[in-house]
């Protein structure tokens, strides 16, 4: 039966780590996945989740399932680590939201939601965007439609063509917005920006659908919420997939979060129902384990307290490392401007360079990252920057 269908390429961002695997070269660098790693290149089980881990293992007493919207502790800590303490809308009632498996699940379920409102329905997303939106939102039947975003040549926002371009969309689309750490490029909005997309939301009548997976990579856990609590607050409908994955470093138990938040609770009820029976049909409900450790990280005082230290020194080592690769290029001599990087937010940066030239550094010196010339900030260390820069240099 399946001679029909043809193999495919490997995909564009976990075909990498295979072929870094693959590669004998005891130098190689790795800055593909969007994994953080320390200093020895490791990804170690964050403290908080280590000690919430002890405590399920103490107290979990059955393996039946869990409800099909997943854990309510959890859904409510996520709701108030996205939308802040005492947010109107969720005292109003107007949140839907599921457990979702990871932060792709979360999207798809969104996905296959918009599907049942209107087959026809179209999405815009940032040019370029995460590569993995594209399967998870068209494979669901979903018309994706591109929205200018970023300038390789001037390496910033093109916000005044994004802006005009959305200001054209219909009232029935949707448009797709990175909450913070913009995936690929790590070129966020500012405030300011935010304010004028949420008031062109309010005048045009799209849906924000707001993916948020680095919540406290960029500037701080409430900062990076700036956007999605601003829509929040000032639209009627917003819907938002989060992920556990990188600021738990939960990455393979796949903790996510979908959540519509509706005109009212009445709509909010219709739509509950709807993203349940859609999970229902795809994976009945989601797994529990991920979800109960950051249920218990959120709802205990002690045990948030060491989640906050431990994002904020993923937060400030990333950020450092990226002033560290800047001074390392500038002390090669290289031609091109490289301070970007420092203003760009979260784990990844883009190089702005041609895809002959990431095959170059790749072939030739064993550095692995993502065609479009995106990096993973995490994957430098003090042992590789003066490598990575050399090659860079050895390589424009
Ligand atoms: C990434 O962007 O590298 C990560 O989100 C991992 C993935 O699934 O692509």
Redesign the pocket.
Known sequence: MFESLSALSP?P??GLSAAFKKDPNPAKIDL????YKDEQGLTPILDCVSQAQQMLLASETSKVYITPQGNQGYINGMVELLLGHNSAVTSANRVAAVQAPG??GALRILAELLVRVNKNTRVWVSDPT???HIPLLGDAGIDLQIYPYFDKNSASIKFDEMMDCLSKVSADDVVLLHGCCH??TGADLNKEQWQQLTALASKVGFLPFIDI?YQGFGDGIDEDAYGLRLMAENLEEVIVAA?C??NFGLYRERVGLAAIICKDQSTKDIAQSQIQSVARGIYSMPPSYGGALVDIILNNKSLNDIWISEVEAMRTRMAELRAMLVSNLEDQNVDKDFSFINKQKGM?SFLCIPPEQVQALRDQHAIYF?DSS?V?IAGINHKNVSVLAKAIAQTL
């Open positions: 995909d961002i976990l593909g996945v969007g994994v932060g792709c995460w590569a993995n995936n690929p997976a992920s994955s990188k990844f993502v995106r993973n």
